[in-house]
Structures are given as structure tokens and as C-alpha cells.
């Protein structure tokens, strides 16, 4: 949005992420054009009053549904389906190492799905080599370091040198600039398509029961931890139809220190967002706290009971350490 001009203002959310109209009503501005909304974690957004807002004021609404892929409302209806505009990413919820999803209005001109160009490889390879080194060394944990040294290493070798010439997006990039641009979008790249390879995988997955193993994982996380001074689950409970991202907990004592102890314990553990200078983060002390303090836990469909009770046992022991 800022590379193509467009002028940008902010609005506070809640303690729980939520859309707070009140605020949203101060926020608002005369020549305003559009509102646009996220749906943290798949939880979401009170839509109806939203809805209502964005009519009295003549604004498009655009849901960002990174998060909520397979999410729906205590209705059914599904998020992202609501707006004038909706944006997923898949490889946030499936293990695919690409591709998103635009829905737009027929009303905003148009009528047909979009067509692309084909994503360079080199693009796509990190990606996938760790794909399948994470799904090796989750169905056979002793042979992980042998999949790397024997299949996945050599693999890359082999592309790269069979794709020295192209010419990509982050063909010259050093790491520091492609990790850089994990949180922005590069314009160079905004007319690819999904690989080839992510359709692939994407036509194969179990689609119709990832809602109902994301919920019964979460649950049972929530339903093992045991309550203590130095965290607590940032949301109250599950709504009905959330298909959740992640378990997010609040770290109310130690700081980062936590996702650091899980880390060498053998658990992914995430900070939640990211900073842009865009953002005048001076005027959001609340949202500069929530980006400290929340920590997030996979709860993915393809986690078992017994990888959850770790978790919700390492989580308890962190609880019971002294500070």
C-alpha cells in the first residue's frame, strides 16, 4: 500500500486484539477510504459491528485473513468472506512453500481470477528443503541429520548450480536482505504465482479435518496448563469455528526469556509481529508491550497428544522456576 501512495493511519486495538470501535470512531478521519482489519490468530473480528461501522461511513473493508485460514464465526460463516476484500496466506496454516489467496469483490472491477507468472526456483527452495527436513525429522526423528547430509544438501547443491543463471528476485540477495524481506513485500515478486510444486502438495492435503485437529490440540493445551505468575493464555477461550494459528500465551514475568528456555528445550516458540518504520509505535505503548510479551506455540494439525502434553508440561515448569 505504501509503495503504490496510498497514505496510511493507525488505530489501537484491545489487550486481546480486538477491534475496539470506540477507538475506531476517534480514529476515524473525513477522506478516509477504506478500513482494514486483522483477524489475529483466525480469532475473529466483531464483524457485524464492523460491518455497520464501514457502511455509516461509506468504507471498503478489508480482511486480512493471514491467520485465519479454515476460521469461520459462531455462525459458519467463514472470515474473509465478508469483506470487499480478503487476503490468506497458505503456508502460514499448510505445509506448502508458497502461495495466497485474494478475494475480491466482482464490485471493485474484477470478474475473473487473476493470472501470473511462474515463481523462479531458487525463490522456493530454502523453503522447501526445510519443509522436508522438518517432516523427516517429525516422522523419523534418528534420521534427520543423515535426510540433510544425503538427500536435502545435495538437492540444493544440484539446483543451484543447474539454476546459476537465472536471474530472480533474490537470486543476488545476501541473507541479511532476504531475511529483511521475510516482512515486506517485494513488488518485484507481486505478479508470481503459487509454484507448481504448492498446487501439488496443496491438492493433497487433508483439508477437511486441519480445522478439527488445530481446535483439539489447542484445547488440550489450554486444558493442561496449570495457572501461574509468570504466564497466562492472552485469549479467554476458543471461539466456536476458530481454526487457530498458534497458541498464543502472555508472558507476564521473565520477558523473551522464556521463548529462549523453550527454544533449547526443543520447542519453536515465536514473538508475535514485527516492527515497520511506518508505524509510529510511540502512540501505541499497549501494542509495543503485546509485541514483547506474547509468545507463540504451535498447536498444527500435525502434532500429537503426546507432543502437546510436553509443551504444556515445559510451559508449567516455566511456571513453577524462580524469576
Known amino acids: ?71 469461520c464465526d459462531a455462525i459458519g460463516r467463514p472470515l474473509g468472506s465478508r469483506g470487499d476484500a480478503s487476503i490468506f496466506s497458505l503456508y502460514k496454516t499448510l505445509p506448502v512453500p508458497d502461495g495466497g489467496v485474494l478475494v475480491a469483490k ?31 525429522g517429525h516422522r523419523f526423528p534418528a534420521t534427520t541429520n543423515t535426510f540433510k547430509r544425503y538427500l536435502s544438501e545435495p538437492l540444493t547443491r544440484v539446483l543451484k548450480s543447474s539454476t546459476a543463471g537465472e536471474q530472480s528476485a533474490a537470486g543476488s540477495e545476501s541473507s541479511a536482505a ?42 488440550r493445551f489450554e486444558s493442561r496448563l496449570v495457572s501461574g505468575p509468570r504466564t497466562r493464555p492472552l485469549f479467554s477461550s476458543l471461539p466456536e469455528g476458530c481454526c487457530p494459528l498458534m497458541f498464543p500465551l502472555l508472558q507476564l514475568e521473565g520477558g523473551r526469556a ?14 508475535f509481529g514485527f516492527d515497520n518504520a511506518s508505524i509510529p509505535m510511540e502512540r501505541f505503548r499497549l501494542e509495543a508491550e ?21 509443551m504444556a508440561n515445559a510451559v508449567n515448569r516455566w511456571n513453577r522456576r524462580a524469576p
Open 290 to 310: 503485546l509485541k514483547a510479551q506474547v509468545a507463540c506455540l504451535p498447536i498444527h494439525q500435525d502434532l500429537d497428544e503426546s507432543q502437546i502434553d510436553y
Open 178 to 219: 532476504a531475511a529483511a524481506q521475510r516482512h515486506t513485500f517485494d513488488l518485484r515478486r507481486g505478479d508470481w504465482e503459487m509454484s507448481g510444486v504448492a498446487r501439488w502438495v496443496l491438492d493433497r492435503l487433508p483439508k477437511d479435518t486441519i480445522a478439527h485437529r488445530r481446535r483439539a490440540n489447542y484445547l
Open 106 to 136: 466482482a464490485a471493485l472491477g474484477e470478474t475473473s481470477p487473476m493470472t501470473g507468472k511462474k515463481p523462479a526456483l531458487r525463490s522456493r527452495m530454502g523453503q522447501m528443503k526445510l519443509l522436508l527436513e522438518r517432516s523427516a
Open 1 to 71: 500500500m505504501l509503495a503504490f501512495g496510498l497514505e496510511l493511519d493507525w488505530y489501537p486495538i484491545t489487550p486481546a486484539l480486538g477491534v475496539d470501535l470506540d477507538q475506531l470512531e476517534s480514529a476515524y478521519q473525513d477522506g478516509t477510504r477504506a478500513l482494514f482489519i486483522i483477524h489475529y490468530f483466525g480469532f475473529p473480528q466483531p464483524l457485524d459491528d464492523i460491518l455497520s461501522f464501514t457502511r455509516r461511513h461509506g468504507l471498503l473493508l478489508i480482511e486480512d485473513t493471514a491467520h485465519g485460514l479454515f476460521s
Open 258 to 271: 522464556m521463548r529462549s528456555w523453550l527454544t533449547r528445550i526443543g520447542i519453536e516458540c515465536h514473538g
